[in-house]
T-cell receptor, first 116, second 111 residues
Framework: EAGVAQSPRYKIIEKRQSVAFWCNPI?????LYWYQQILGQGPKLLIQFQNNGVVDDSQLPKDRFSAERLKGVDSTLKIQPAKLEDSAVYLC??????????????FGEGSRLTVL | AQSVTQLDSQVPVFEEAPVELRCNYS??????LFWYVQYPNQGLQLLLK??????LVKGINGFEAEFNKSQTSFHLRKPSVHISDTAEYFCAVTNAGKSTFGDGTTLTVKP
């Protein structure tokens, strides 16, 4: 079974530039998450999708971050313009929908962003 | 609201020694509890989970954890660690499809 795919693995940009990350979840997983993991901290939820609808984006800095999951499968997370404090690993995860699975998350390998 | 506190940010231990990584949580409702492991430059992968039933749960790589409702704890243990267990370990609670993670414990196993 293929896991969660993410790209790119690494990205270095200057502040005020833009960047986009892509995620393809495990087939059949209706729920998709984007987490931000700053060095030395645990993952913090940015946005949660159920199919192509947003379930929770309360922690997403909407002035600079956006995310979409147009066809209910793969997803893109964009940052524009980037700030120094956006340097982090962006983790995508997927799971079965609430009430079906156990809440276990399946993670991709992450996209490491460095903002200079 | 729910929260997770991992009481030790770093745990150094010698190979073949036992180890315990501590996790306390706070929640006003019943939650599921998880431990994930993250190896360098990789995503998180599930070690074990508590959903209900027996309070002692066993996971992969010889790890186990005990759920203590009265103390709201879910400590992770392994009786004898290997060099390959060196990694970051995260405790997480999940309710209504929303997961909250602790800040992690770095386990370093020394020869």
């Amino acid at each position: 079974e293929a896991g969660v795919a993410q790209s790119p693995r690494y990205k270095i940009i200057e502040k005020r530039q833009s960047v986009a990350f892509w995620c393809n979840p495990i087939s059949g997983h209706a729920t998709l998450y984007w987490y931000q993991q700053i060095l030395g901290q645990g993952p913090k939820l940015l946005i949660q999708f159920q199919n192509n609808g947003v379930v929770d984006d309360s922690q997403l800095p909407k002035d600079r971050f956006s995310a979409e999951r147009l066809k209910g499968v793969d997803s893109t997370l964009k940052i524009q313009p980037a700030k120094l404090e956006d340097s982090a690993v962006y983790l995508c995860a997927s799971s079965f929908p609430r009430g079906v699975g156990t809440g276990e998350l399946f993670f991709g390998e992450g996209s490491r962003l460095t903002v200079l | 609201a729910q929260s997770v506190t991992q009481l030790d940010s770093q745990v150094p231990v010698f190979e073949e020694a036992p180890v315990e990584l501590r996790c306390n949580y706070s929640s006003s409702v019943s939650v599921y509890l998880f431990w994930y492991v993250q190896y360098p430059n990789q995503g998180l992968q599930l070690l074990l989970k508590y959903l209900s039933g027996s309070t002692l749960v066993k996971g992969i790589n010889g790890f186990e954890a005990e759920f203590n409702k009265s103390q709201t704890s879910f400590h992770l243990r392994k009786p004898s660690v290997h060099i390959s267990d060196t990694a970051e370990y995260f405790c997480a609670v999940t309710n209504a499809g929303k997961s909250t993670f602790g800040d992690g414990t770095t386990l370093t196993v020394k020869p």
